[in-house]
C-alpha cells in the first residue's frame, strides 16, 4: 500500500491520509497538534469497532435459518456502537468539528470500502 492511500478535501484544505496506524495518528496529529487525546481515542474507536464488525458481517456468511436464529446476537455487538455513533451526533456533542471532519471522512471512506468489497 503506498504510503498515503487517500486524501479528503474540506473547506479547500486537503487531508492525506497515511497508510498504518502510527503513521495516520502522527499525519492527523500535524493537522491538529492539540488534538492528540481525540485522535487516540478515534483510534480506540475503531478499533473497538473493527472488532466486533466480523460477526456482524457473519450473518451474511451463514446459512438464512441459522441467520434468522442467531443473526441479531450477532448484529448486536456493531449496531450498538452504529446507534452510539448516531446519538452522539445527533445530540450535537461534537465540540471540536473541525478536527473531526477529516475523521469522518476517513471513517465513511471505510465503510464505502467495506460495503463495496462485501458485494
Known sequence: M?????????DGRIFSFAAGIERFREGMKQ?????????GKY???LRAV??????YYAE????????ALAGSLLRAPFLRWAKRS???????????????QPMLG?????????????K
Do not use: W
Not at 60 to 67: D, F, G, M, Q
Open 2 to 10: 503506498p504510503e498515503t492511500y487517500d486524501r479528503t478535501v474540506i
Open 31 to 39: 493537522y491538529f497538534p492539540r488534538e492528540g487525546r481525540s485522535i
Open 43 to 45: 483510534i480506540r474507536t
Open 50 to 55: 473493527n472488532r466486533v464488525s466480523g460477526l
Open 60 to 67: 451474511k456468511a451463514i446459512p438464512a435459518p441459522a441467520a
Open 86 to 100: 448516531r446519538c452522539r451526533t445527533q445530540a450535537g456533542r461534537e465540540r471540536q468539528a473541525r478536527s473531526r
Open 106 to 118: 476517513h471513517m465513511l471512506e471505510l465503510a464505502r470500502r467495506d460495503l463495496i468489497d462485501s
